[in-house]
């Protein structure tokens, strides 16, 4: 059996906020499935290892802005209705 492909993290650097993540899920995935797969598996808690909590759905793209444990930041690097998924940071100006 093969293991299943690793979701693409890319880093934010310097202006990194910790533990808060952009994830943008793949045009074919159902957003409220997901969205409910979350709940079930990681309800809201901002919890170090395991926490979850969605801060912000997206209109233009399909994801959210959420602030992810350890455990469930790893979680999200095996889903196949995952694209990518981006540190967020503080803007620069």
Same mark, same amino acid.
């Given at each position: @059996? =093969? ?5 693409? @993290? ?10 808060? /993540?952009?994830? %943008? ?6 957003? +409220?499935? &997901?969205?409910?797969?979350?709940? %079930?598996? &990681?309800?809201? =808690? ?11 759905? /997206? +209109?233009?793209?399909?994801? /959210? ?5 350890? =455990?469930?930041?790893?979680?999200? $690097? %095996? %889903?196949?209705?995952?694209? =990518?998924? $981006?540190?967020? &940071?503080?803007?620069? /100006?």
């Amino acid at each position: @059996m =093969s293991n299943p492909s690793v979701v693409p @993290m890319f880093q934010a650097g310097q202006n990194a906020i910790p533990n808060k /993540y952009l994830i %943008r899920l793949n045009d074919e995935a159902d957003i +409220t499935d &997901h969205l409910s797969w979350l709940q %079930r598996e &990681h309800p809201d =808690s901002v919890d170090d290892e395991l926490g979850c909590q969605v801060v912000h759905k /997206y +209109t233009l793209i399909k994801g /959210y802005a959420a602030i992810l444990g350890r =455990s469930t930041l790893e979680d999200f $690097t %095996r %889903r196949n209705d995952v694209e =990518s998924i $981006t540190e967020d &940071h503080k803007p620069t /100006y």
